[in-house]
């Protein structure tokens, strides 16, 4: 994310994804929609399911970009052999939230540089948590590594002209 978006929007984007899947009823209304509406399974993206649970930035600008990261991730690897971290993502939605006892998510970022895969994993993301989640870990570049900032800074001079 942090190539792709400002830090700022990132936090905003992982605090709806952790709200979305929170225990209790939005865990439990994100298990009707599953069921319902199957949004995470093959016949969808993320950036489609995204879409439609309105997982979005508020920015315009700022969700073209989002979106376009939400794709690249069919091009990152995973904890899994041969499923990319897009696929992964996807996989570990559906299968929770199929499973007869879901659990919630937590999603957060790792440094790439650290480990370029996206992980899934379970346990207790939060210090003073009891619950276990299931933890979707994705690789990001901070900005200050990725020419971000330089780019973001042209296009506000862009702007301003």
């Known amino acids: 994310m942090g190539a ?24 439990q209304e994100m298990v009707v929609i599953q069921k319902e509406f199957g949004v995470f399974s093959e016949k969808y ?13 508020n920015d315009f600008t700022e969700r073209r970009f989002w979106f376009l990261f939400l794709d690249a991730l069919k091009n990152y690897t995973s904890d899994q052999d041969d499923v990319s971290g897009h696929d992964r993502i996807v996989k570990a939605h559906q299968e929770n ?3 007869d006892s879901p659990l919630p998510v937590y999603t957060t970022i790792h440094r790439a540089a650290d480990d370029k895969r996206v992980t899934v994993t379970r346990g207790r993301p939060i210090i003073y ?16 590594e990725s020419g971000r900032a330089a780019r973001v800074a042209a296009r506000k001079k862009r702007v301003s002209e």
């Open 4 to 27: 792709a978006i400002t830090d700022t929007t990132t936090a905003d984007v992982l605090y709806q994804l952790n709200k979305r899947l929170s225990e209790g009823g939005p865990l």
């Open 45 to 57: 993206s993320l950036k489609q399911a995204f879409r439609v649970l309105h997982i979005v930035p």
């Open 129 to 144: 948590e009891t619950q276990e989640y299931l933890i979707i870990s994705i690789p990001t570049v901070p900005a200050t």
């Open 97 to 99: 939230l199929e499973s």
